[in-house]
C-alpha cells in the first residue's frame, strides 16, 4: 500500500469510529476510571527505534488511551459548562488539520483571514452587539481577557509600559466581583499588575456584582494613589451564571475613564436569542468582550470569540513586524497575528461558518431555546420538591441546587451531605 492508499483506508475506519463513537456514547462512563499513573505505566519508557503500523497504534488508542478519556461530549456530562462539538464543527476540523495552515497573516492564507473578518461580524450581528465593535478569533477566552487586560494597560500608559515596563504604573488596579473566573486573576499576574492589584468585590443575593461597592473602591483607591485600570463584569458567571448589572457599571466606568471588559465565556451564546439583550443594557459601553463558541455553540474546542470597540489600540499593543514578516499587503489587510499573544494560528474560522451555515441562525435559536426550556422544566420540578433546594437564579441553563432534607440540618451538614451525593466515578 501506497502511503496515500494506507491513509485513505483507516481515514475511513476512523470516521466509521467516530460515527459509532457518538452514537454508543452513552455507554461509557462519563468520568474515566482509571488511577493516576494507570495510562503513563502502560506507555512503554522509549519511543519506538522504527515505525510501527497504524492497525497496532489504533489498538493501543482503544485499550489504552480510550479507557483514561473523560468523555466530554456525552450528554451525561454535567461536570463543568459542556464543551458541545458538533457533526459539522468537527467535519471542518478535518478539513482544517488536513490543510495545515498557518493563518497568522493575510498572505501565509487570505481565505482564512477574510473568513475570520466575516464571521466574526456574523456573530456580532447575530448577537445584537454594537456594529462598531470588531472580532477576532482566540483560542480561548483566558488567552482574550489578558489580550483586554494587556490592551487596556497599553492605552492607559499611551503604549509606554510596552516600551520601558512596569516602572512608572506599578499601583494599577482591576475590579471584578468575588464570583469572577479564575482567568481574570491569571491575567492580572501575567500582565504584571500583580495579584494583590486585583480587587474583588462583594456580590447580591443573585451573585451579581454591587455596583455601589465598587463605586466606593474606585473612589478609594483614587484617594489613597491607585490607578484603577480596567473592570471585568461578567455576563454569565461560573459559579452560578450571575449577570453583573451591566448599565451600572458602565456609568461607573465611564465617570472614571475605566476599561470595561465583559467576560461572557458561557452565557455569551444565550445573545443569540432576541429575549436575553434586555440583560445587556450598557453592554454598548464596553471596550471589550468575550464569549466562547466552543462551550455552548457547537463548535469543537477551541474557539473563543474576542470583540473590541477599538481594534487598532488592540493591534498597536501586540503588533511587532521583523523582516521575515514584512509583506506588502500589510496596510489593506487584517494581519490576525498583530491581534493577540500567538504568532502562529489555527484555522479556527471555518468550524464556526461551517456551524452557523449547518444550523442557521433559527436552527441555533432553536437549540438554544430548547435547553433554556428544559432548565425551566427541571427548575420546575425541583422547585415543587419539598426536599430541594435551587440555590441560585436559572438564568440560562445551569441549575443550581441541593439536596435539603425536612430534618433541618446545619449548614455544615448540608454541605457534607451534598458533596457525598456527588458520584465519584
Ligand atoms: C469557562 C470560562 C472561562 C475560561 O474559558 P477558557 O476558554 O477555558 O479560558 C472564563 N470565564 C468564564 C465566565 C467561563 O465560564
Redesign the pocket.
Known sequence: MTQTEEFRKYAHEFVDWIADYYSDIEKYPVKAQVKPREIFNKIPVLPPETGENMADIFKDFENIILPGITHWQSPNFFAY?PANASYPSLLAEMLTSALGAQCMKWETSPAAAELEARVTSWLRDMMGLPSVWTGVIQD????S?LAAILTAREKYSDYLINLNGMKDYSDLRVYCSVE??S?IEKAVKIAGIGNSNLVKIGTDGNFAMIPSELRRRIEEDIKNGYKPLCVVA?F???GSTAVDPLKEISVICRKFGIWLHI????AGSALLLPEFRSLTDGLEQADSFVF?P??WLFTNF?C?VYFVKDPAALVKTFEIIPEYLKTLSDNKVNNYCDWGIPLGRRFRALKLWFVIRSFGVKGLQEKLRNHISIAKTIEQIITNEKSFEILAPVNFNVICFRYKPDNLLSEEALNCLNENLLPNT
Open positions: 459548562f480561548t477566552a483566558s488567552t481577557t469572577t473566573h482567568s461578567a454569565g458567571t461560573t467576560d461572557a465565556a458561557y466562547n466552543h462551550k477551541d473563543s
